[in-house]
């Protein structure tokens, strides 16, 4: 009876080692383990080197520059390998490839505006003058107009807001901010 208590500890350690085992073993041989870079281990058997890069995943950063606002949109895609190259051969020569290993970046550029500055717009400051711009003040176009009202002639609490843009959001709201600069700038220039 000593001598089974003393034995005790390593007959359980013996067998818990060997649940261990068991258990790493089912798990390697059951799972899709890489073997080595580029070996795969499938039902039918491990796949050729050549297979198995055609079916690694890569990262594709897309990118839409807009050059008339200068602003861009970024897309990121996970696509296999041999997709990549198929996708490469239908191109325009609008785009430009570059990149290596797991990530790859297409840019197009575009001689338009991009989606904010299409459809939104402020007012701001454009050589002493204000301007409606594209986009928003967080994130400005290009000038759309220039205005006729000086900003020399506006109070300074308005030259600060304009400094950090007007927002809008109807044709009617920026007639009425306007009209007001407007008058503003014709009482100052009174005085």
């Known amino acids: 009876m000593t001598i089974y208590r003393r034995h005790l500890p390593y007959i359980i350690g013996v067998i818990i080692g060997l649940i261990i085992v068991f258990a790493i073993g089912f798990f390697y041989s059951a799972s899709d383990f890489p073997l080595k870079r580029g070996d795969r281990v499938q039902k039918g058997g491990p796949i050729a080197p050549e297979e198995a890069r055609a079916q690694e995943q890569i990262q594709v950063r897309v990118i839409d520059y807009y050059r008339r606002c200068h602003h861009n949109t970024v897309k990121v895609l996970t696509i296999r390998e041999e997709d990549y190259h198929s996708f490469l051969s239908e191109l325009t020569c609008d785009w430009e490839a570059r990149g290596v290993a797991e990530e790859r970046i297409l840019t ?8 904010n500055c299409q459809h939104q717009e402020h ?3 454009y050589q002493d003058y204000v301007a409606v711009y ?3 003040p967080d994130c400005p176009g290009p000038v759309k107009e ?3 009202i000086r900003v020399t ?11 950090t843009g007007v927002p809008y959001r109807e044709t009617e709201e920026k007639l009425l901010i306007l009209e007001g600069y407007s008058e503003l700038a014709v009482e100052n220039r009174g005085r």
Request: with cysteine; proline share 4%.
């Open 123 to 125: 007012l701001g400051i």
């Open 153 to 163: 002639g506006l109070p300074e609490n308005e030259v600060l807001d304009l400094k």
């Open 134 to 136: 594209h986009g928003t």
């Open 108 to 115: 197009k550029r575009l001689n338009t505006l991009c989606e």
């Open 146 to 148: 220039v205005t006729g």
